[in-house]
């Protein structure tokens, strides 16, 4: 049986819950607000495209200005070289005998394909896979503060920069990093010093591709940065309005939900649990806010039911079968959890798109 997904020109009223809904108008402002913010600092912008997994959104990105797309995982960046993305960069490190096979007939269909790796293991096998064909481009991922992946000191990058330079099959393509939020000066001092031992040793280091979505309006503080990587943005959440990288009004996505129930005065439950809305909590104390209900928690998610304590707010209360509008707290893992999304302006469906990315994890 086949969803009932809503025509053009239905009420988003009407929409069956839970759903995922974008305005179309402050999509478009986010995306022109980034662009012309790098542009404006002689900075090349690449999305990340883990935060909505549509091809007709980075299609808008890149037309806006964007020199290409970033990608998590091999299956991802499939998807859209089969759309037509011929600019991706993968920032993952990839290993195994399947996985590299993958990226290898990848490479061989895009232009400009580019990976990353933090370790001599993840290089070993990439030059074993790639000896032969089109030479893959590789860039060493550096920790600069974030505490996740990359090398720990210039040293090392410039000891695994050697390696790919060095090996049959891959050219050395710069620097990467995922910094922690407010280290832009880290990120700088490493850059620099791993760019000045790297041309001590006549090695060039064309690329240096810094990122994060909270950062995304500080990125001219990293001035040896050649682009930056965003994902969030695009959207906006909760935790954007919080880091002061946008404001309420620039929120893209809801979540449309249902109230299915009133069991007291004071306890609300939904139909969007934790298939819809992300258990993340990214530092927040409950699972979302809840759009023009202030004082309201969502205190707990089940599979298909989110608990709402009503017990600060004031004013009138929704009833069973009002419809309301959830800010989810990170709108990326909530594009995963949909096979499609509507998008609408004032109110309006305008289009639905799938998610075609969606599950798209090695």
């Not at 790098?38 to 890149?62: D, E, M, S, W, Y």
């Not at 089969?82 to 061989?108: E, P």
Request: charged content about 20%.
């Amino acid at each position: 049986m086949d969803f009932p997904w809503p025509n053009i020109g239905t009420a988003l009223a009407d929409v069956l819950t839970p759903m995922p809904v974008i305005d179309e108008t402050r999509l478009a402002a986010n995306i022109a607000r980034a662009q012309t913010y790098l542009n404006g600092h002689g900075k090349a912008f690449r999305p990340h495209i883990k935060t909505h997994k549509i091809p007709a959104v980075a299609r808008q990105q890149t037309d806006a200005g964007a020199i290409g797309i970033n990608c998590q995982k091999v299956t991802e960046a499939e998807v859209f070289a089969d759309a037509g993305f011929d600019d991706i960069l993968i920032t993952y490190n990839i290993l195994g005998a399947a996985r590299v096979a993958r990226l290898k007939a990848l490479n061989a269909r895009v232009a400009k394909l580019r990976v990353v790796a933090d370790n001599p293991v993840t290089v070993d096998g990439l030059a074993k896979a790639f000896g032969t064909g089109k030479p893959l481009c590789v860039l060493v991922e550096c920790d600069t503060g974030a505490g996740r992946c990359g090398v720990q000191s210039p040293d090392a990058a410039v000891a695994l920069a050697r390696q790919i330079a060095d090996a049959s099959g891959l050219t050395f393509g710069g620097l990467l990093t995922y910094p922690a939020v407010g280290g832009a000066a880290a990120v700088e001092t490493f850059l620099q010093d791993t760019m000045g031992k790297l041309a001590a040793l006549g090695i060039d280091c064309p690329m240096r591709s810094n990122g994060g979505s909270p950062d995304l309006f500080s990125a001219h503080l990293v001035p040896s940065a050649t682009e930056h990587r965003a994902g969030t943005y695009v959207y906006n959440d909760r935790s954007m309005v919080r880091a002061g990288e946008c404001g309420p009004d620039d929120i893209a996505m809801h979540v449309l939900a249902t109230v299915v129930s009133r069991p007291t005065e004071t306890r609300a439950v939904l139909d969007a649990g934790s298939k819809a809305l992300t258990s993340d909590l990214l530092g927040f104390a409950d699972h979302g806010e809840i759009a023009g209900l202030p004082g309201a928690r969502i205190t707990g998610l089940s599979e298909e039911h989110a608990v709402v304590d009503l017990t600060g707010c004031s004013g009138p209360l929704p009833a069973v079968g009002a419809q309301v509008q959830i800010i989810p707290n990170h709108t990326c893992v909530v594009s995963n959890l949909f096979d499609h999304m509507v998008f609408h302006r004032d109110g309006i469906v305008t289009r639905v798109e799938p998610v075609a990315a969606r599950g798209t994890v090695w």
